[in-house]
């Protein structure tokens, strides 16, 4: 199926998975993940995904410079809980990154690549979401400002539009461009010194 053709231009992320070179998933372990894929997961792209997505990328980049991240290697604690706004998604897509679960990973073999354990939720932390390498305890917190790119004029009025039961297939096209719109500047955008913040 097509999808906005910014998805593609969005720069992915590899990452090293230990237990996927165990059991033969992916050669030397080294997965390739994508902002479209990211949005299968979620079901939707949004300037919410789209922060997680940011997050994340930037918080590996600088706790493992040049080096393929660790996933299941990496906790990941928040500063609001679970079900608080849009934690629970901006969740979803930090564990879909990086491995991290609270309790319903993979449990292990033999004390090893045990992915619960590793995502923590209402934490004591300057930010919206710290991650930490397990093995060195080196952490960055990160903290998202949607609104560095606000949305188009006329936007809420657009969606109630969109959402009437009696919409035109034009109602529902122009909204859904104008969303799409917004989430391409902010990718557009990501090098933006007030879009990510760090702690």
């Not at 902002?35 to 922060?51: D, M, Q």
């Not at 980049?61 to 609001?80: A, C, H, M, N, T």
């Not at 991290?100 to 004591?124: I, V």
């Not at 919409?167 to 955008?189: D, H, Y």
């Amino acid at each position: 199926m097509a999808h906005p053709a910014f998805f593609d231009t969005v720069p992915t992320i590899v990452l090293k998975d230990p237990l996927a070179q165990l059991l033969g998933s992916a050669e030397q372990g080294l997965i390739e993940y994508s902002y479209a894929e990211t949005v299968k997961l979620t079901g939707h792209s949004c300037p919410t995904v789209a922060g997680a997505w940011i997050m994340t990328v930037k918080a590996l980049q600088r706790l493992y410079g040049d080096e393929p991240p660790l996933r299941g290697g990496i906790s990941v604690s928040f500063s609001k809980s679970s079900t608080e706004g849009v934690t629970g998604v901006i969740a979803s897509v930090v564990g879909y990154i990086t491995g991290a679960t609270a309790d319903t990973g993979f449990k292990g073999l033999r004390g090893r690549f045990d992915r619960r354990d590793l995502m923590h939720f209402e934490q004591a932390i300057d930010g919206d979401i710290r991650y930490e390498r397990v093995d060195t305890g080196e952490h960055v917190t990160v903290s998202f400002n949607a609104g560095v790119i606000p949305p188009p004029a006329g936007m809420m009025p657009m969606l109630f539009l969109a959402m009437a039961d009696d919409a035109t297939p034009e109602q529902r096209l122009a909204f859904a461009e104008a969303w799409q719109g917004r989430v391409s500047e902010i990718f557009k955008n990501m090098d933006h010194p007030e879009l990510v913040s760090y702690s």
